[in-house]
């Protein structure tokens, strides 16, 4: 891994979020422990890391054909909160906490987290 690349993608994605973004980590998908982070928070990475398996494990188990692993999830919360949830690799995700009042979502979703995912997928190899 190139720590030093992935702590420099992850400053540029927190700045293209134009102020909006409140933290972004990535983190270990097997102990949801941060190995870079802006403005993070290992409460968050837990929690994440947490929800993130708990929905794999109930995609697998409804046997509904879906596939095994998600590529991005995004939840909603009241007062403008989203969290992005993006696997990046077998070994790492990346979360994001955003303000939907400051931060364009346009810009999120076709902009800032497509450049970044294939570049954090270079630097984590």
Same mark, same amino acid.
């Given at each position: ?22 933290? @972004? ?12 982070? =802006? ?6 990475? #837990? ?5 993130? /398996?708990?929905?794999?494990?109930? @995609? ?10 998600? /590529? ?5 919360? /009241? ?9 990046? @690799? ?5 979360? =994001?906490?955003?303000? @939907? ?6 810009? #999120? ?6 450049? #970044? ?9």
């Amino acid at each position: 891994m190139n720590l030093k690349k992935v702590n420099e993608i992850l400053q540029d994605a927190y700045e293209g979020f134009l102020g909006g973004c409140l933290g @972004t980590d990535i983190f270990s998908r097997s102990s949801g422990m941060a190995v870079a982070s =802006v403005n993070g928070n290992p409460k968050a990475c #837990a929690l994440f890391n947490f929800l993130a /398996e708990r929905i794999n494990e109930s @995609t697998r188990k409804s046997q509904l054909g879906l596939p095994e692993d998600f /590529e991005i999830f995004m939840i909603v919360f /009241e007062g403008g909160l989203m969290i992005f949830m993006i696997n990046l @690799t077998d070994k790492y995700r990346w979360g =994001v906490l955003v303000d @939907t009042n400051r931060a364009s979502l346009g810009i #999120a979703v076709s902009v800032v987290i497509p450049e #970044a995912v294939p570049k954090f997928r270079e630097a984590l190899v």
